[in-house]
């Protein structure tokens, strides 16, 4: 059973920064892309930042220049450095580790933006 374990959510003020953590709960060879999806209360969940396993980047509009995703493929753990965070940020984080033909999600983590 491969378990997905995010950490890093926390209460942060307008301005601040905060960096994501999702782990793999067992070395897996084949993971391809990982993922940082968020879901705020009423709204539908939404891609936030793309890593390949190459390295490469993809970010929502919304948050290019703030969010900086990577990703550690000798621990199998991605990354979401959040900088200048707004209150517009404040969301479910959900993490997504693409595997074969499928793919697998973490429970998510809490970040709230406020002052």
């Known amino acids: 059973q491969v378990q997905l374990v995010e950490s890093g959510g926390d209460l942060v003020q307008p301005g601040g920064s905060l960096r994501l953590s999702c782990a793999v709960s067992?070395?897996?060879?084949?993971?391809?892309?990982r993922e940082w999806h968020r879901q705020a209360p009423g709204k539908q969940r939404e891609l936030v930042a793309a890593i390949t396993a190459g390295g490469s980047t993809n970010y929502a509009d919304s948050v290019k220049g703030r969010f900086i995703v990577s990703r550690d493929n000798t621990k199998n753990t991605v990354y979401l450095r959040m900088n200048s965070l707004k209150p517009e940020d404040t969301a479910v984080y959900y993490c997504?580790?693409?595997?074969?033909?499928?793919?697998?999600w973490g429970q998510g983590t809490q970040v709230a933006v406020s002052s």
């Open positions: 997504y580790a693409a595997v074969g033909t499928g793919g697998y």
């Open positions: 067992r070395s897996i060879s084949s993971i391809g892309d």
